[in-house]
């Protein structure tokens, strides 16, 4: 994704970086045959939610920050980061590609099991402000069927490849039922590919309701994970998913704020 920083720090600029480096290996042809033809999302059962619930996460008390991790999920990272979160009991948010999670619906439901979050970062990494809105929305409902059915419960977050949005986005979104999430901070990880630099670019940027944003397809992202999460704690942050963190974000709406 693009568009440059976020909430406390002026308008985001013109779409263009961040995001674009979705790895070959992790957009093969090789995909299972899709499942659910006709697009519509298979109703998720309860039982996994109930079985997790926990208290409520109050950001308004707590010095919160989300992390979140873009194009995955990838056989070769993901389990990786997900041992992490969950040796260091953090929550992080993975906006996930439809036909990686069609692909690896295991690693999809690893991450809702673990108490992250799972959401919608459309089929096949295109730009959805490049398309019709029914196109867009016809692309953001088939990436969130796939993403429902691998991990039996409710997507209600959504990311635009690149942080490319405008009103026909918006307007998909709505549709569907998902909010609009962007970020704070771009740790620019896909393109420094140094972890030393992706945990200054975070813990330098670091503030409380701040969205960061990194890439779990990323060898070098992950190996920063571990020192980026203690680093967080050590200043005294709650890591939470976006959605505990916005606590109720409305579906078409964009966040941050610097992003309407």
Known sequence: MSLLLGACSGAPPTAASSDRAVSDASLGSSAAPRTAASGES???????????????????????????YDDGPSPRTTPKLIKILKKHKAKATFFQLGQLARRYPKLVRKIHQIGSEVANHSWDHDSLDRKSVKGAYQDLKRASAAIEKSCRCRVRLMRPPYGATDKGVDKAAKKLGVAEILWDIDTLDWSSRNPSKIKRKVLRGAGRNRIVLMHDIHRTTIAAQADIIKGLKKRGYTLVTVSELLGKPKPGKRYPKSWR
Do not use: E, G, S, Y
């Not at 109703?43 to 996994?48: C, D, E, I």
């Not at 926990?54 to 950001?59: G, K, L, M, Q, S």
């Open 42 to 68: 298979p109703n998720p059962t309860p039982n996994a939610a109930a079985k997790r619930a926990r208290p409520a996460v109050d950001c308004k008390k707590l010095k919160c920050i989300a992390l979140t």
